[in-house]
């Protein structure tokens, strides 16, 4: 998904196109640009119109096709703007039913990145509650199933977990969450809250065990250099039998030494 190579290649369509019709080429850079602005603008409008129609504070039974490629296309267009190229490997190892995905988390870009990628499956994210009160994002990701939780133990945080588990036992979606809870600093990794793995015991759904690498080196490079961004999946886990604190500093050491392999 390219959304920025599109609007580009459409703008330089269109310019051309006018410029003969008009009768002057050397109209095509100014109309060129004019497109490109003008074609970027109708996305960001759209993506703010459909955010703003979502009901506040409403909770979905399953995620909208459209506004899950939408936000994917507005993710996309981000990532592709700010330089980020993206890899990834061991996507063969996903298994077919829904599970809980855990990973690193070094960067705003994770998300995403990881949402561009896995965009043919359903994922939601368990997402900080500022998140949702940004009024471009708030709508989109709310119809996109992704569940708010705070930085302190609340009702409405056992809601989203309760929600997470309800969406996994219908085999709605699979879900991802960050067990650090906040950005690590300089790609180093903080601690594993060892009550994110509940949702997977509780629901007995498989643990994908991934690795985000390289996005907090994008905003460094930006807008002079393009930055090689890395997804891997790791490894899959049965989370039957175990409890969550060995799942925890299991999983954590597992990305964290693939992590420290990858960079030699």
């Known amino acids: 998904m390219h959304p920025i190579s599109v609007i580009l290649v459409l703008s330089l369509i269109c310019a051309s196109a006018l410029s003969v019709i008009i009768g002057n080429l050397w109209l095509i850079p100014v109309l060129f640009l004019g497109f490109a602005l003008a074609f970027s603008l ?13 009901p506040r504070g409403k909770h979905y039974r399953e995620p909208s096709g459209f506004y899950v490629w939408m936000l994917n296309a507005a993710y996309a267009f981000i990532c592709e703007g700010a330089g980020a190229k993206i890899r990834s490997s061991g996507l ?3 298994p077919n039913e829904p ?3 855990v990973s690193n988390h070094v960067s705003q870009l994770d998300n995403m990145v990881q949402s561009i990628v896995l965009r043919p ?3 939601a994210f368990i997402a900080k509650e500022q998140l949702f009160k940004i009024p471009i994002v708030r709508g989109m990701i709310t119809r996109c199933c992704y569940l708010p939780i705070g930085r302190k133990s609340t009702k409405s945080d056992r809601s989203a977990i309760e929600a997470a588990e309800d969406y996994l036992n219908r085999g709605v979606m699979s879900i991802g969450i960050y067990p650090e809870g906040h950005r690590g600093k300089d790609g180093q ?4 809250h060892a009550g994110s793995f509940k949702i997977a015991l509780d629901t007995g759904c498989p643990i994908v065990v991934s690795a985000v690498i390289g996005t907090e080196e994008v905003y460094k490079r930006f807008p002079f250099r393009r930055t090689e961004v890395f997804f891997d999946i790791i490894e899959v886990i049965d989370p039957s039998g175990r409890k969550s604190v060995e ?16 960079r030699k």
């Open 121 to 123: 499956r359903k994922i």
């Open 92 to 94: 063969e190892k996903l």
């Open 99 to 101: 599970f809980l995905l």
């Open 189 to 192: 990794m903080r601690g594993f």
């Open 247 to 262: 799942l925890s500093d299991e999983i954590r050491e597992k990305i964290k030494k693939h992590i420290e392999e990858k």
């Open 42 to 54: 109708l996305l960001w409008i759209t993506l703010a119109f459909l955010s703003a129609i979502v």
